[in-house]
């Protein structure tokens, strides 16, 4: 079983940046691919951005191309996403993922373990 905990959510105004972390821990998590997603209220989940266990493929969703890194130090155990140039429209929460396999996807129903989320408000 894999656990996954999200930390470094807050409020911060438009054009800030925060840096969540997730730290995952479990007897198969050697080479799985990772991935952020979030969750505003009244819509889906949506993809962030994912990342394989040697982070030599990374994808991101086209509402934060540009501005978010994801990265990960796979001796801390630990994915990352900083989050720049950041917009209310990015306000909600943040879910950390991590998916049995080594390749990336953006795809909610292919990832098996799941944080319990962290709140990103972004004020204008």
């Known amino acids: 079983q894999v656990h996954v905990v999200e930390s470094g959510g807050g409020l911060v105004q438009a054009g800030g940046s925060l840096r969540l972390s997730c730290a995952a821990s479990?007897?198969?998590?050697?080479?799985?691919?990772m991935g952020w997603f979030r969750q505003a209220p009244g819509k889906e989940r949506e993809f962030v951005a994912t990342?394989?266990?040697?982070?030599?493929?990374?994808y991101y969703g086209d509402s934060v191309k540009g501005r978010f890194t994801i990265s990960r130090d796979n001796a801390k155990n630990t994915l990352y996403l900083q989050m720049n140039s950041l917009k209310p429209e990015d306000t909600a929460v943040y879910y950390c993922?991590?998916?049995?396999?080594?390749?990336?996807?953006?795809?909610?129903?292919?990832?098996?373990?799941w944080g319990q989320g962290t709140q990103v408000t972004v004020s204008s």
């Open positions: 479990g007897p198969t998590l050697a080479r799985n691919a």
């Open positions: 993922a991590a998916k049995i396999g080594m390749v990336p996807s953006s795809q909610v129903l292919e990832y098996e373990y």
């Open positions: 990342i394989n266990w040697s982070g030599s493929t990374i």
